[in-house]
Nanobody, 116 residues
């Protein structure tokens, strides 16, 4: 059974930082592209960051220079370091894994709220 479990969300003031984690089980983690999405109330889910099996990363323009995606294949975990947070970053953040046959899996999401 595949499971992706996100953690690390919470309430933070503008300009603050949070680090999200996503622990995977039931998949060969090192073979999967890992992605972070987010969905704000009333908006479509949007791709935030991607990291390949070889650790090449890509970012959605609004988060470039503020967010950093990384992975630890020994721990089957992907991270999203979020710095200089803005109120518009408020959303539920989801972890996603995409396999070599394009099968994909989702976590349950973790809430990030940026507010003073």
């Amino acid at each position: 059974q595949v499971q992706l479990v996100e953690s690390g969300g919470g309430l933070v003031q503008p300009g603050g930082s949070l680090r999200l984690s996503c622990a995977a089980s039931g998949i060969i983690f090192s073979n999967h592209v890992m992605r972070w999405f987010r969905q704000a109330p009333g908006k479509q889910r949007e791709l935030v960051a991607t990291i390949s099996s070889g650790s090449t990363s890509n970012y959605y323009d609004p988060v470039k220079g503020r967010f950093t995606i990384s992975r630890d294949n020994a721990k089957n975990t992907v991270y999203l370091q979020m710095d200089k947070l803005k109120p518009e970053d408020t959303a539920v953040y989801f972890c996603n894994a995409v396999g070599t046959l394009f099968e994909d899996y989702w976590g349950q999401g973790t809430q990030v709220t940026v507010s003073s």
